[in-house]
């Protein structure tokens, strides 16, 4: 029973990996965004976009996982926003 557990254990270990390296990635590209935003005035806040983030991602999922999903992409949406916003923060 344990080498099975340690063995999906492992495997979460990998999948976390990649989602930390992806996570990095993205926070990254919010980087740019938000100097774009800057640039042209533009709101940090853009709840339709998020809405429509959402929507895509959802969509074809049962409701426990658009459920989690979407809990999981509104933190990460609460964090993006916090970045760009300190960015701005930062240039004043």
């Given at each position: ?43 940090v ?11 895509r ?18 933190k ?17």
């Amino acid at each position: 029973m344990h080498e099975k557990l340690d063995a999906l254990r492992t495997q979460i270990d990998g999948i976390d990996d990649q989602l930390a390296e992806l996570f990095l990635q993205r926070m990254q590209v919010v980087e740019k965004v938000a100097q774009l935003k800057r640039e042209e005035s533009i709101s940090v806040l853009h709840s339709e976009r998020e809405d429509q983030i959402l929507q895509r991602l959802t969509e074809g999922l049962n409701s426990r996982q658009a459920r989690s999903l979407e809990a999981l992409y509104r933190k990460m949406f609460e964090i993006s926003r916090e970045a760009q916003s300190c960015n701005e923060k930062e240039e004043e």
